[in-house]
């Protein structure tokens, strides 16, 4: 299967600092590129859809200033956590969704990173 | 309201037996139902996705089945293994281009 990378796989930063996370998709391109955030014993929240070219799609509650969001490349998408404090700490994720062939509707998702403010 | 509710929270079955998963949806019209695996501290992995026109998949020991009627999955694990152990997650989307939204999981746990 299409495989996803993350990293860092995990971050401690102070509050006030921004944090970078990158996603790649190493043997596909992905047009499309999504960033979840998980609680403990929490499922998957979807925060943003990130298009290759163009301006993320954020949901509903999430704040885009704090979470920019690039996808410069059909490969690469980066989510900046920016100013972060203690509630940003979580474990996000993303996926990325193979355009080849009968595998369109599935989508395939990076190791996480999480990401620790002190 | 649009929910996605996997019946148990946590799942405890003994060594070679079935186990079966329930993944319940109101309000939704899923043109494709994925099932994925998740370990603590990882990342979800892709298992099985059935179509709305299809009744079940199978792959080796995962056996998946969608009653649209019903508005329900149940994805089922046999001769299960103690490295089946993973909480298992159920995800709707109801078009190619529309987001995947997942239910809140169940936790497996196999023992001996």
């Known amino acids: 299967g299409a495989v996803v990378s993350q990293h860092p796989s995990r971050v401690i930063c102070k509050s006030g600092t921004s944090v970078k996370i990158e996603c790649r998709s190493l043997?596909?391109?992905?047009?499309?590129m999504f960033w979840y955030r998980q609680f403990p014993k929490q499922s998957l929240m979807l925060m943003a859809t990130?298009?290759?070219?163009?301006?993320?799609?954020?949901e509903q509650g999430v704040e885009k200033d704090k979470f920019l969001i690039n996808h410069a490349s059909l490969t690469l998408s980066t989510l900046t956590v920016t100013s972060a404090h203690p509630e940003d700490s979580s474990f996000y994720i993303c996926?990325?969704?193979?355009?080849?062939?009968?595998?369109?509707?599935?989508?395939?998702f990076g190791p996480g990173t999480r990401l620790l403010v002190l | 309201s649009q929910k996605i509710e996997q019946n148990s929270e946590a799942l405890n079955i003994q060594e070679g037996k079935t186990a079966t998963l329930t993944c319940n949806y109101t309000n939704y019209s899923p043109a494709y139902l994925q099932w994925y695996r998740q370990d603590p501290g990882r990342g979800p992995v892709f298992l099985l996705l059935i179509r709305e026109n299809e009744k079940e998949k199978r792959k080796e020991r995962l056996k998946v089945t969608f009653d649209t009627t019903l508005k329900q999955s149940l994805f089922h694990i046999t001769a299960s293994q103690p490295a089946d152990s993973a909480t298992y997650l159920c995800?709707?989307?109801?078009?190619?281009?529309?987001?995947?939204?997942f239910g809140t999981g169940t936790r497996l746990q196999v023992t001996l």
């Open positions: 990130s298009n290759e070219g163009s301006k993320a799609t954020y």
């Open positions: 043997d596909f391109q992905a047009t499309t």
């Open positions: 996926s990325a969704r193979d355009l080849r062939g009968q595998t369109q509707e599935t989508q395939y």
């Open positions: 995800a709707l989307r109801t078009g190619t281009a529309s987001k995947l939204t």
